[in-house]
């Protein structure tokens, strides 16, 4: 059992605009308990003054390291420092969070005790008033998972789907890219992950604190990028089956999550339409992806669950129906998963 005293921690902060909270995420790195740790930040090509923040501080601290790109993504940006990073584990912290003091310590602890190349852990949820409101992180019954079953879990909602509140040995990670120019590549790029290991484990301390932003995803205005690269991303991770064996099973747990993601998308819609420049594009777009997943998943032997296939029936009436009578019955039909998306797209 090796401790983790030594052992250098990489910190990855990519960061594009963000000048009114890069300074506390950057804080929080430098103020953890483990000192055996160095932060990399990637500047995804801001025009605002989050470059000076970062030059301040790299100026002010030797284990502090600054990189400036061309605004490609924070998937770029985080490839960058993967690949300058030195340390023997890597954590990601995206510039509008925040570790807690402890954090770097326990989840190196984890990893070190347990032998893992992965550790996730719990995080916090804050509104916009910075006020705590919601653990969330993972759901499981054991404190150790293999590789398969963390997507099992990843694609059913028992693992969240994104790269932070988690700590990677390198030597796993070094070798997988992040999707460029694309939304959500979390996804794929963590499915990957986890499939290049069986040694992956569970802490039940919340170590990060997610703060909600005006601009954050859920909360954008539906654009013709975000429809676009929710086909694309799962056609990457289809496709990225096939690089593995014994895995085909999980294109189950990618469709199904898949079909909750178009809907999502579908009530998405409706919330902002109003707020489009040109809904009707939107929404012919968004037909025309349902045309494609419904004419991709059948090629695949496993079965949906009834859920599912309710909702891909009232999904797929949109290409024989006015938007309108879909809208309508589907509100109506799904109304608990309707205005659970409202909630979300408010909170």
Known sequence: MKRSIKILVSIIIPFYNAENFLERAIISAINQSYTSIEVILINDGSNDGSEIIAKKYSDQHHNIRLFTTQNLGPGNARNIGIENSLGEFIIFLDSDDALGSESVKILADAICENESDIVVCKFTLYDKQQIGFKDAGWKLDSYKTTGKEAVKAMYSGRIASVVWAK??????????????????????????????????????????????????????????????DLHLIYVIEMEMLGKYNNVHELSAYIINHHIDVLLDTFFLIIIDEKRMKHPEDQKKLYVDYIKKFMDHYPKYPYQISIKRKIILLILNGLRVFPWSWVVFFGCILLKKKYNGVKLLKKS
């Open 167 to 228: 700590i990677y040995r390198t030597e796993i990670i070094n070798k997988i890219l992040f999707p460029v120019g694309l939304w959500f590549e979390d996804r794929p790029y963590l499915m990957e992950c986890f499939l290049n290991t069986d040694k992956i484990s569970l802490v039940n301390d919340s170590l990060l604190k997610i703060y909600s932003q005006e601009d954050s995803i859920t909360r954008r205005v539906v654009t013709k990028k975000r429809i676009e």
